[in-house]
Nanobody
Framework: QGQVVESGGGLVQPGGSLRLSCIGSGLPDEYAMGWFRQAPGKEREGIACVSWRGTNTYYGDSVKGRFTISRDGRTNKIHLQMDNLQPEDTAMYYC????????????????????WGKGTLVTVSS
C-alpha cells in the first residue's frame, strides 16, 4: 500500500522562506506528485505539481512566481521551496500523488489524487 509523508512545516515571518519535502513509498513509477493546502474555513486547493518524470510542473495562480516545486529525478521525493511567504499562505499543506499515464502531465484537482499525506502546518506571522 502506497503512502506519502510530508515534513518541513513551521512558523516563519512575512517575507521569509520555508522548504517542504515529501517522500512517497510503495508507489509505482507513474505517479505524479503535488502540493495542496487548506486554510481554516476554506476549501483545499492545489498549488503545485510535478509530472512523474520530473520534467513538467504546474502552479496555482496564488503561488506562481513565489513557490517552486522540484522532484529528485524519477524518484518519489519532492520539495516545495516557498519564498516571500505572506500571512495568507498560512495553512495545512498536504502532499499527494496520483497515477498518470502521461509522463508530461500532473493534476491540481483534489478529486484526482490517489494518496494523501497527513499534512504539515505552515504559519506565517510576525
Amino acid at each position: 500500500q502506497g503512502q506519502v509523508v510530508e515534513s518541513g512545516g513551521g512558523l516563519v515571518q512575512p517575507g521569509g522562506s520555508l522548504r517542504l519535502s515529501c517522500i512517497g513509498s510503495g508507489l509505482p513509477d507513474e505517479y505524479a506528485m503535488g502540493w495542496f493546502r487548506q486554510a481554516p474555513g476554506k476549501e483545499r486547493e492545489g498549488i503545485a505539481c510535478v509530472s512523474w518524470r520530473g520534467t513538467n510542473t504546474y502552479y496555482g495562480d496564488s503561488v506562481k512566481g513565489r513557490f517552486t516545486i522540484s522532484r529528485d529525478g524519477r524518484t518519489n521525493k519532492i520539495h516545495l521551496q516557498m519564498d516571500n511567504l505572506q500571512p495568507e499562505d498560512t495553512a495545512m499543506y498536504y502532499c499527494a500523488a496520483d497515477f498518470q499515464t502521461r509522463w508530461d502531465y500532473c493534476s491540481l484537482r483534489t478529486d484526482d489524487m490517489d494518496y494523501w499525506g497527513k499534512g504539515t502546518l505552515v504559519t506565517v506571522s510576525s
